[in-house]
């Protein structure tokens, strides 16, 4: 009678093969475009310092739209960094370290990434989430002059982030009793443009009439939340 052991785990993303462990992140990395990341990786249940010759570490990325490559391999003592400035060291290899650090991260560098070790004779791997975003860019204009009777308008222009969902709101500031209520009535919005670099721009118009929507002195906020912000971004104009 021969007995085969295997022992697997699914914990945080891992899966294991006899003793060897391959742990990656729970959360996704989180970066701005343009940081340097460091996606994680660490071997463990493999006696340290390890032997390099027995080691063989393979990262892939899976886009969002299902195709996969791979961005950096170590066989046979060699490092073959597919995707530019990506760098492991053998000190960290040999401590159990295969996490994989990043260079001026791109959105093209968002995705799910596989590292997947062989320790001779063991094998596992771990996936972890990379999401890369872009910081908005926002400019207010308006009318130059509402006069009574003359239906005007204010434009928020929100340019230039990643990813697509950006949430644009308005808020007034009445002078006359000192609150602050939202706005959302005659405020259009228009689809989300693409731009060549992979970023997105889009803009609301806040319609405004005068005398019976805002008086002079009130003061209107567009305000801008996006995923890539710790803080919501304001403009705002003051109607004269």
Same mark, same amino acid.
């Given at each position: ?7 697997? %785990?699914?914990?945080? !993303?891992?899966?294991? #093969?006899? &003793?060897?462990?391959?742990? !990656? ?29 027995? =080691?063989?570490?393979? &990262?892939?990325? *899976? =886009? ?10 170590? *066989? ?5 960094? =597919? ?13 159990? @370290? ?29 996936? $972890?989430?990379?999401?890369? %975003? ?5 400019? =207010? ?10 239906? !005007?308008?204010? *434009?928020?222009?929100? $340019? ?13 500031? $009445?002078?006359?009793?000192? *609150? @602050?209520?939202? &706005?959302?009535?005659? #405020? ?39 995923? $890539? ?12």
């Amino acid at each position: 009678t021969i007995v085969i052991t295997l022992f697997c %785990s699914n914990f945080l !993303g891992d899966f294991q #093969v006899r &003793w060897l462990r391959v742990t !990656g992140k729970y959360v996704p990395t989180k970066a701005l475009r343009g940081e340097d990341v460091t996606i994680p990786c660490l071997l463990s249940g493999v006696p340290i310092p390890l032997n390099l010759e027995k =080691l063989s570490v393979v &990262w892939t990325l *899976r =886009l969002q739209n299902g195709t996969e490559r791979e961005v950096y391999g170590f *066989r046979s003592s060699h490092h073959t960094p =597919l995707r530019p400035g990506s760098h492991m060291y053998d000190k960290d290899l040999q401590q159990g @370290n295969a996490s994989l650090s990043i260079p001026n991260i791109q959105i093209t560098d968002e995705g799910n990434y596989r590292c997947f070790v062989i320790f001779t004779p063991d094998s596992g791997s771990a996936t $972890s989430t990379l999401q890369v %975003s872009v910081k908005p860019q926002m400019a =207010l204009s308006h009318d130059q002059q509402i006069e009574d009777g003359i239906t !005007g308008s204010v *434009r928020c222009e929100v $340019s230039n982030f990643y990813p697509e969902a950006v949430k644009i709101r308005w808020v007034k500031s $009445s002078k006359s009793n000192s *609150r @602050n209520s939202p &706005w959302d009535k005659d #405020v259009c919005f228009t689809t989300p443009l693409g731009n060549s670099d992979g970023t997105f721009n889009e803009t609301s118009v806040l319609t405004v009439e005068p005398t019976t929507d805002a008086e002079p002195g009130d003061v209107l906020f567009c305000i801008v939340s996006h995923r $890539s912000l710790e803080e919501e971004m304001t403009l705002n104009v003051t109607m004269t």
